[in-house]
């Protein structure tokens, strides 16, 4: 599913730390269900997952935030990945809106504050994700393969967690 809209600014900590102190529900997942071929999943009609570099999705909800907090992130420098996002939500309609469902950012661009691929469990989903070549993909174990999806940051502990149902087979490039 695409998202509502994309941000160039780097999404950064701060920027988390701004969304939540303007009291927005904010939850971030590193996309790391594509590679930069296609590949298909195990899913009966064979689905075929686009060609997409590694990203972020930041999914905002109202949270416990009112229209004078959210108002507040109008006061933050431009260049910000909060501010892109408060503008991005304002496009949309603003606080209406937001009061009425969550909005899907998708963020290309981010720093080792929020995503270290390093990381224990990303460092598989994401040598599958980087993978040069479907050929190289292929040449993967299935555990590389079958770790791909969608990864929960949780910036208490910045650790991840799967988000979702492990796939029940690697997936296969052709």
């Not at 431009?78 to 963020?107: C, H, M």
Request: aromatic share 8%; charged share 25%.
């Amino acid at each position: 599913m695409a998202g509502d809209f994309s941000i160039q600014a780097a999404f950064k900590k701060s920027d988390y730390t701004e969304l939540t102190r303007a009291k927005l529900g904010v939850d971030v997942l590193v996309d790391l269900s594509h590679n930069e071929f296609t590949t298909t999943t195990t899913h009966p009609d064979g689905r075929q997952v686009i060609k997409k570099a590694i990203e972020l999705d930041v999914r905002i909800d109202r949270g416990s935030s009112t229209e004078t907090t959210f108002q507040e992130l109008s006061k933050l420098p431009s260049t910000s990945a909060a501010f892109q996002i408060y503008k991005g939500i304002k496009d949309l309609g603003g606080w209406p809106t937001l009061n009425q469902r969550s909005i899907k950012v998708e963020a290309p661009n981010y720093d080792t504050s929020v995503v270290n691929l390093q990381h224990d469990a990303l460092q598989k989903p994401a040598a599958a994700a980087r993978a040069p070549s479907a050929a190289e993909f292929m040449k993967l174990s299935e555990a590389i393969r079958l770790s791909m999806g969608m990864y929960r940051w949780n910036a208490q502990t910045g650790g991840y967690a799967l988000s979702g149902q492990p796939e029940k087979m690697a997936r296969t490039a052709p």
